[in-house]
């Protein structure tokens, strides 16, 4: 596992951009987000990821680390409706105008048709990028509500070592359907 803190500059490297709104490394501030539609006060580096100030801070651990360089999609959010790679994201980033929600956030009691159709087509099987695949999942109907077998393998780009991927593209036709119905 791949400790942010020890490897900081990789980290930083990955997502810094001229015009990007890093502040400087190494001083903490307070910094106001919004996740699942509660205003959260964290004191944090400004190159903290995202995905660590979730589970850490605010205590929303359904976000999962997977590789922590935004590959795998373990660490998968919605960031004003956009899925977004939470581990190379840094807090420095992100508004506190900009909407964050994660999988906690998609509904109250599992009752948002994505996660309805995962239970019904038993798409996991070791379960881990679970969540991921389906806030990705969530964000491709929010965009596209009757998707294509090729928009799904175009938009789907997490990575399951399952293989569970036919189930996950049958229980996101089915959630689309359910849609529509």
């Not at 015009?19 to 903490?28: E, L, M, S, T, V």
């Not at 699942?36 to 990821?49: F, I, L, S």
């Not at 038993?122 to 491709?140: F, N, R």
């Amino acid at each position: 596992m791949i400790d942010w803190k020890s490897d900081r500059s990789r980290i930083h490297s990955l997502v810094a951009r001229e015009d990007a709104p890093i502040n400087k490394i190494g001083r903490n501030e307070m910094v106001s987000l919004t996740i699942n539609g509660t205003v959260h006060q964290v004191d944090a580096e400004p190159d903290t990821p995202l995905l660590w100030v979730i589970r850490e801070q605010i205590g929303l651990t359904g976000t999962k680390y997977g590789c922590g360089v935004a590959q795998c999609g373990a660490c998968t959010v919605h960031v004003d409706g956009v899925a977004t790679r939470s581990c190379s994201l840094p807090i420095s980033a992100v508004t506190s105008e900009q909407k964050i929600v994660t999988i906690e956030g998609l509904s109250p009691d599992a009752s948002h048709p994505l996660q309805k159709a995962w239970l019904e087509l038993d798409v996991p099987q070791c379960g881990y990028c679970q969540t991921g695949q389906i806030m990705a999942a969530a964000a491709l109907l929010q965009a596209n509500p009757s998707p294509s077998d090729g928009d799904i393998v175009a938009e789907m780009t997490n990575i399951c070592r399952c293989g569970t991927y036919n189930r996950i593209k049958a229980a996101i036709k089915l959630a689309a359907s359910e849609n529509r119905g």
